[in-house]
């Protein structure tokens, strides 16, 4: 009662103690970060990075095209119509003599420059061709087994053709053939992670396990790899696969060719890792019980970094994609009739015809935002890995 009638020490002076004092005050947010596992660590702050949530949705959407070409795309990518060589893009309208009517285009009508005497084509306003959303088109296979002829988008006449984003030198549709290309350029970048994600993750972890003469000759083999210039043993390597061969074992051929370059960079994360780890207590307890050593690593060293081989494995795809992209460029990776934006970006080698028609450089637009997209991704991922981190 003493202490109570002092100066400054009275029951309701803002600097006596709070009448209780428990885990009843403490913030709500910590309790939650105090019992969290390592998965909603990282995705609480994986969710911070606004660009790497934005392009998250971005490859969630290309993948999903990948999955669904044949009903997405409103035309078979080898539909060819001649008359209609490097027909410019058709702009979507969605108001006619000042009111909302649903979307359509303008028909085409070809005219003959007077001065160069060459075919160029106007738009037509005396023909509508009206679009809408799931109609019937060409028959396909989706993913070889289901039969049907209903695309997403087009118009509602099938006898129409329309061009959204042009044509080629032989009147096909360049937004079909770019979306049937998401397939092949997206599913190399990950069959050829995958496999590289194999041999650097098997090379790497034995070269950091067991260290020794083991880790001294697979570091030599990754040095020699590595010092040799990329692009010609690209090169070499892919003009030795005999141009006979089907569309799919060419396919094979390159995906191999690029997870034999792209291990070695995964190897020298895993090796870093393993060679970090080997010594923590846990691994030396579980050694102490008797575990074998296969077990150790497949139970408690790998999925110790998880995290970090995922970052890893999303940064190496966009050069899986680009490596694709610059040899089937050179002529020397996929060939037509395979449909990828590497052998699209074929078409934009002539500067003539990209004088004529530059839409024919749109693939090098898809290939620039997957990768821009994969390597945010890849950043906020990384970022995310180390949920302990500012």
Do not use: C
């Not at 260290?211 to 030795?240: C, H, K, Y």
Request: cysteine-free.
């Amino acid at each position: 009662m003493a202490l109570a009638e002092q100066p400054g020490m009275s029951p309701t002076s803002p600097t006596s103690p709070p009448p209780t004092v428990g885990l009843r005050q403490l913030p709500t947010e910590e309790p939650r970060v105090f019992v969290a596992s390592q998965w909603q660590l990282m995705w609480w702050k994986f969710r911070k990075h606004k660009l790497a949530l934005i392009s998250a949705v971005i490859i969630g959407l290309v993948y999903l095209i990948a999955l669904f070409v044949e009903p997405i795309a409103p035309y078979l990518p080898d539909a060819f119509n001649p008359p209609r060589t490097y027909a410019p893009p058709q702009v979507i309208h969605f108001v006619y003599e000042g009111r909302l009517v649903r979307p359509y285009v303008f028909g085409l009508k070809q005219e003959i420059e007077p001065e160069a005497l060459r075919r160029i084509f106007k738009p037509d306003p005396s023909k509508r061709i009206p679009l809408g959303l799931f109609v019937r088109g060409a028959p396909y296979k989706l993913w070889g087994l289901i039969e049907s002829d209903i695309h997403l988008f087009g118009p509602l006449d099938n006898k129409e053709q329309v061009y959204l984003l042009g044509a080629d030198r032989v009147g096909r549709d360049v937004l079909s053939r770019i979306i049937y290309g998401t397939r092949i350029s997206m599913s190399i970048g990950l069959v050829g992670v995958f496999l590289s994600f194999i041999l650097g993750l098997t090379l790497g972890g034995i070269s950091g396990y067991f260290g020794g003469q083991i880790d001294n000759l697979i570091q030599r083999l990754i040095e020699f790899v590595r010092s040799i210039p990329t692009i010609p043993l690209w090169m070499g390597l892919a003009a030795a696969i005999p141009v006979t061969w089907p569309s799919e074992r060419i396919y094979f051929s390159i995906t191999i060719i690029l997870s034999f370059i792209g291990w070695t960079g995964l190897a020298r994360v895993v090796r870093g890792r393993f060679l970090s780890l080997r010594e923590e207590d846990f691994v030396l307890a579980a050694r102490l019980d008797g575990v074998s050593e296969f077990r150790i690593i497949m139970r408690h060293m790998i999925p110790s970094f998880t995290s970090h081989i995922i970052a890893a494995i999303t940064l190496a795809i966009p050069g899986m994609i680009l490596a694709e992209t610059a040899l089937s460029f050179l002529g020397l990776g996929l060939q037509p009739p395979v449909v990828s934006w590497g052998v699209l970006l074929q078409e934009a080698q002539n500067i003539r015809a990209v004088a004529t028609a530059p839409w024919l450089l749109i693939p090098a637009l898809a290939v620039i935002i997957t990768v821009l997209a994969l390597n945010f991704l890849g950043d906020g991922l990384r970022d995310a890995a180390d949920p302990y981190g500012r």
